[in-house]
């Protein structure tokens, strides 16, 4: 009986101690601990950071929760107590050491924590960028790679994809106007998304398909595949044969048209990133039969930094508008408008003229891209590039992306 009893006062004692974090505090030199009911709170370097118990045994590193070797966890999550709490914590030699109730000992550094807090996560981009117009661009100087370097040599395509994370779009020159070479440039960034239109493509002003892109006709800015659950992440374009008046590339960054659009009307911004829009592609061209519908917010943005990650903008292929309440409707259409007027500000327009050689890999979740209208022939060969991958490649150079 009196052991427990004691056992009943061990808890009411804990449970108070857990709820009166104020004066719960574990101080060292490096960091501070004070413990509150469902999370603890630690300051290190100047930060505090709010740890969830649950959270915290969930990320455990140690060999029998984390499998080291192929970074993946071994603990089952939907077998922790949801209202786990640990027996012990203490700050020992730069790092959180916590006992949970079964004896198992967590240990986390505290720079692993401070890099993986909700505190600091808000505050770091994902991804650095430079927003520009056609002024900023131009001023930038910024390199093409070369074609008999990139292929061969890895800083050569460190610095390739550095410019394209930063800027939305880069260039590789000298390469070979053939298809064959475009594949062979486009293999070394990353990987070929086959779509409807196949992997690699060539085309003219032919209309073979059911697009404006195959004419000879003048394209507004827009993002590729807007009908797509996924859009495209790149977009390779090669001009390998131009014997034709016009035709010059119209580019356009479309995070830095919509970050002027949240500066000057946040309400508006807010809507374009938070409606539902449908856009679709049909075909019925020869044997080319498809129906795509792909729906989202024109501007998608990561909810815990307000960071914009994507771009969904193609007028043309914009469907019948049924996703949203008719009270916003008459709101979207005027944010859209806005959008649109400062997508289309003249000094925000950085034309380029795609020549035999030259390859242009253009974030396609980022940079819009248009043409004038042209005379005379124009092929093109190009593909789709799988967007992951480009990350990935990116990150195993140590780029942040």
């Known amino acids: 009986m009196f052991g427990t009893v004691q056992q009943?006062?061990?808890?009411?004692?804990?449970q108070t101690q857990l709820l009166s974090g104020s004066w719960r505090q574990i101080t060292q030199r490096s960091a501070t601990v004070q413990l509150r009911e469902d999370h603890l709170e630690l300051n290190s370097g100047g930060t505090w950071m709010h740890l969830n118990y649950l959270w915290l045994r969930d990320h455990c590193r140690s060999e029998t929760s984390y499998n080291s070797k192929t970074n993946q966890r071994n603990l089952d999550t939907a077998n922790i107590d949801l209202n786990i709490r640990p027996d012990k914590t203490s700050v020992e030699d730069g790092q959180l050491v916590l006992t949970w109730p079964d004896g198992h000992v967590t240990k986390y550094s505290l720079s692993w924590l401070a890099e993986n807090s909700y505190e600091a996560k808000k505050k770091k981009p994902v991804q650095p960028r430079i927003l520009w117009n056609a002024d900023i661009y131009n001023k930038a100087n910024v390199p093409a790679a070369k074609w008999d370097k990139i292929m061969s040599c890895d800083d050569e395509l460190k610095m390739f994809l550095q410019n394209y994370l930063l800027y939305g779009f880069a260039f590789?020159?000298?390469?070979?106007?053939?298809v064959e070479a475009t594949e062979a440039v486009?293999?070394?960034?990353?990987?070929?998304?086959?779509?409807?239109?196949?992997?690699?493509w060539s085309f003219t002003a032919d209309f073979s398909r059911g697009d404006t892109a195959y004419s000879t006709l003048a394209l507004d800015r827009h993002t590729d595949t807007s009908y797509f659950h996924e859009p495209c992440g790149i977009q390779v374009f090669h001009c390998i044969k131009h014997a034709a008046t016009g035709g010059r590339t119209l580019l356009v960054d479309g995070f830095y048209a919509a970050e002027k659009l949240r500066q000057?009307?946040?309400?508006?911004?807010?809507?374009?990133?938070?409606?539902?829009?449908?856009?679709?592609?049909?075909?019925?061209?020869?044997?080319?039969?498809?129906?795509?519908i792909g729906i989202?917010?024109?501007?998608?943005?990561?909810?815990?930094?307000?960071?914009?990650?994507?771009?969904?903008?193609?007028?043309?292929?914009?469907?019948?508008?049924?996703?949203?309440?008719?009270?916003?409707?008459?709101?979207?259409?005027?944010?859209?408008?806005?959008?649109?007027?400062?997508l289309r500000q003249?000094?925000?327009?950085?034309?380029?003229?795609?020549?035999?050689?030259?390859?242009?890999?253009?974030d396609n979740w980022r940079v819009m891209h248009g043409r004038e209208s042209f005379t005379g022939v124009r092929q093109l060969c190009g593909c789709y590039l799988t967007r992951d991958d480009v990350l990935s490649a990116a990150r195993g150079f140590g780029l942040q992306a």
């Not at 043309?316 to 400062?342: C, F, G, M």
């Open 8 to 14: 009943r006062l061990r808890a009411a004692l804990k």
């Open 172 to 178: 590789v020159e000298g390469v070979p106007p053939t």
């Open 186 to 200: 486009t293999k070394r960034v990353s990987i070929i998304r086959e779509t409807t239109y196949g992997g690699m």
């Open 264 to 292: 000057r009307s946040p309400e508006n911004f807010e809507l374009l990133s938070s409606l539902p829009i449908p856009h679709e592609y049909i075909e019925q061209t020869g044997s080319h039969k498809n129906h795509m």
């Open 296 to 342: 989202g917010p024109l501007l998608n943005v990561y909810p815990w930094n307000n960071e914009m990650y994507l771009v969904r903008y193609n007028n043309s292929d914009r469907s019948a508008i049924n996703t949203i309440p008719h009270d916003l409707v008459q709101k979207w259409y005027v944010a859209h408008r806005e959008l649109t007027t400062e």
């Open 346 to 362: 003249p000094e925000n327009e950085l034309w380029v003229k795609l020549t035999p050689g030259k390859v242009i890999f253009i």
